[in-house]
């Protein structure tokens, strides 16, 4: 079957580390995948999209890396600050016949001073 | 840039009546809009992708009697819950895109409660 998995547990870590997120997904073959930051009661906001035939992608704090042969994304966010804590939601679009997203459950941030 | 508004951000209604809900794109055309559901601490669930003028394609499961859905122009996209019910109760989030390689942008959400 078809699955998206991102750690169900919140991550804690502390101010001005690296956090490091991952998204593992099954039987899909995206031609990319997305990050997003949700925020309690609010709508997604996107971060990064990175193809199919990239390895890495960077934005400010923000790095994105993408295995297609171990079907896995991982998210960094380096020098972690109290303000990053959110919900991250891995998302891959399947262009399955048309434009369709699929999102995982999403991962709990929490920074801590 | 690429903001998308959504109205109301929340509503409380009794069971059986309809709500409406509009996904406004703000500064861009939005040739295709998305209506997700979520259910707390839960993944965003699509439940159908509507192209302006064109009817909205719901996936599976999705009642398309229940969640009418309308993309009138490349700005406006609404989503009526007709005869609601409790387990209707979710936060219901649009996004909209300009094309079918760019990105989704969210609304802010609406949180439906059904008494």
């Known amino acids: 079957s078809q699955k998206i998995e991102q750690n169900s547990e919140a991550l804690n870590i502390q101010e001005g580390k690296t956090a490091t997120l991952t998204c593992n997904y099954t039987n899909y073959s995206p031609a990319y995948l997305q990050w997003y930051r949700q925020d309690p009661g609010r709508g997604p906001v996107f971060l990064l999209l990175i193809r199919e035939n990239e390895k890495e992608k960077r934005k400010e704090r923000l790095k994105v890396t993408f295995d297609t042969t171990l079907k896995q994304s991982l998210f960094h966010i380096t020098a972690s600050q109290p303000a990053d804590s959110a919900t991250y939601l891995c998302?891959?679009?399947?262009?399955?016949?048309?434009?369709?997203?699929?999102f995982g459950a999403g991962t709990r941030l929490f920074v801590k001073a | 840039g690429a903001v998308v508004s959504q109205h109301p951000s929340w509503v409380i209604c009794k069971s059986g009546t309809s709500v409406k809900i509009e996904c406004r794109s703000l500064d861009f055309q939005a040739t295709t809009m998305f209506w997700y559901r979520q259910f707390p601490k839960q993944s965003l669930m699509l439940m159908a992708t509507?192209?302006?003028?064109?009817?909205?394609?719901?996936e599976q499961g999705v009642e398309k009697d229940k969640f009418l859905i309308n993309h009138a122009s490349l700005t406006l996209s609404t989503l009526t819950v007709t005869s609601a019910h409790p387990e209707d109760s979710s936060f219901y989030i649009c996004s909209a895109s300009s094309g079918r390689s760019d990105t989704q942008y969210f609304g802010p959400g609406t949180r439906l409660t059904v008494l």
């Open positions: 998302a891959l679009d399947i262009g399955t016949g048309g434009f369709k997203t699929i």
């Open positions: 509507s192209n302006e003028g064109s009817k909205a394609t719901y």
